[in-house]
């Protein structure tokens, strides 16, 4: 196992019940014997708000970092992602959103299952900029539909 996914792990974990985990970088830096940048990739690239999650750092303090788990049908994530639909869209990132909604019962695993094959790349025979239009509508428009139940 990677150090990342044993970082994710354990941040995860601390998180527990409350969905929410206030963490010194330095100090995870020195219990996992790694660089704070080490723990800023793990940040930045698994505690996204695609992901569901908001990060918020704090400056001075021993680098405290408080990371909360949002609910995708409660606290407006639908809505919110929206405008960001507007843009290209990855499939990395239409992955991570397609997680966030099946991991908090917006959609079942099935209907996650069947999104991410509509919007790989496979699917999506196109140049790579079309085809990121192109999930950016396909993920919009199925949000647009989710609101509407």
């Known amino acids: 196992m990677k150090i990342s996914d044993v970082i994710e792990n354990f941040i995860i974990e601390v998180m527990g019940d409350d969905k929410c ?18 723990i800023n ?15 918020v750092g704090q400056r001075g303090g021993g680098g405290f970092i408080r990371i909360e788990k949002f609910d995708a049908k409660a606290d407006g994530y639908l809505e919110s992602i929206l405008p960001s639909l507007e843009n ?14 099946v991991d908090d019962g917006v959609i079942s695993k099935d209907e996650g299952n069947l999104l991410s094959a509509a ?16 999930r950016s509508n396909i993920l919009k428009e199925t949000i647009i539909q989710i609101l509407k139940r």
């Open 21 to 38: 985990a206030e963490i010194s970088r330095n100090e995870l830096a020195s219990y996992f014997q790694c660089a704070p940048s080490q």
């Open 41 to 55: 990739y793990v940040l930045k690239t698994r505690f996204t708000t695609e992901r569901g999650f908001n990060v």
């Open 88 to 101: 290209p869209t990855s499939y990395t990132r239409s992955k991570q959103i397609i997680c966030h909604l």
């Open 119 to 134: 919007t790989c790349d496979k699917a999506l025979t196109a140049p790579q900029h079309v085809a990121d239009v192109i």
